[in-house]
């Protein structure tokens, strides 16, 4: 049997441990190159960006999130004083559905850029 002390213990590890992976994915990166200047960074990286567009160029693709549907279901009754109702109801309604447009290659894309950084001897850490 673990001790009350030992609990509360465990449970501010648990939501200390939590907080820090909480954080950690908030973290931010950089490129860096031991030798290497930020304007050869910016060129190289530029050098990069357009290769990989011709590898993998800009490939837009719709979908379509949820299908049009008739909402028909809004009706409201009142109670009168005497004891009798009366209801209504409203015309139905037409809900379109929803559409999203998103870049096929971008993945990809920036994963051949980061593959061509690599090669060229940069490294991804985290900024400071």
């Given at each position: 049997m673990v001790a009350p002390a030992s609990?509360?213990?465990?449970k501010r590890a648990g939501v200390l441990w939590l907080s820090l992976l909480a954080l950690s994915a908030c973290q931010r990166y950089e490129w860096v190159h031991p030798t290497k200047s930020l304007e050869q960074f910016g060129r190289e990286k530029f050098a990069c960006e357009e290769r990989a567009s011709r590898l993998y160029p800009v490939t837009p693709v719709t979908t379509v999130q949820g299908g049009g549907y008739i909402y028909d279901d809004f009706r409201r009754c009142?109670?009168?004083f005497d004891g009798f109702g009366m209801c209504y109801a409203q015309p139905p309604i037409y809900v379109p559905p929803t559409y999203s447009t998103?870049?096929?290659n971008e993945t990809p894309r920036?994963?051949?850029v980061e593959s061509c950084l690599f090669s060229k001897g940069y490294q991804?850490?985290?900024a400071k």
């Open positions: 609990k509360i213990f465990l009142r109670r009168h998103r870049d096929l920036n994963q051949a991804l850490v985290p």
